[in-house]
């Protein structure tokens, strides 16, 4: 998934809602921007005399990385609550 939304549909096909889930829609679309801009970051431009790349803190990526582990923790919670 690429961008909250796709988050939030995968979520209520399942049947779980972004109040279940505790979703922060912002934080994480700024998360999924940061991970897309990552990835664009990693595409080879072989006629390129230098790369650009960003520099993120460490700091921010770990609390971006717990953040994303959270949700995904709070969903397989939710499913496995709806399943019991």
Do not use: C, P, W
Not at 30 to 59: G, M, T
């Amino acid at each position: 998934m690429q961008s909250s939304e796709e988050l939030i549909k995968a979520g209520n096909a399942m049947g779980l809602s972004s109040d279940v889930v505790k979703l922060d829609v912002e934080r994480l679309q700024r998360i999924f921007n940061i991970r897309n801009q990552i990835v664009h970051d990693l595409d080879i431009e072989l006629d390129a005399s230098r790369r650009n790349r960003y520099i993120r803190k460490r700091s921010d990526m770990i609390s971006h990385t717990n953040y994303i582990l959270e949700i995904a923790e709070s969903i397989l919670y939710a499913v496995d609550e709806k399943l019991s």
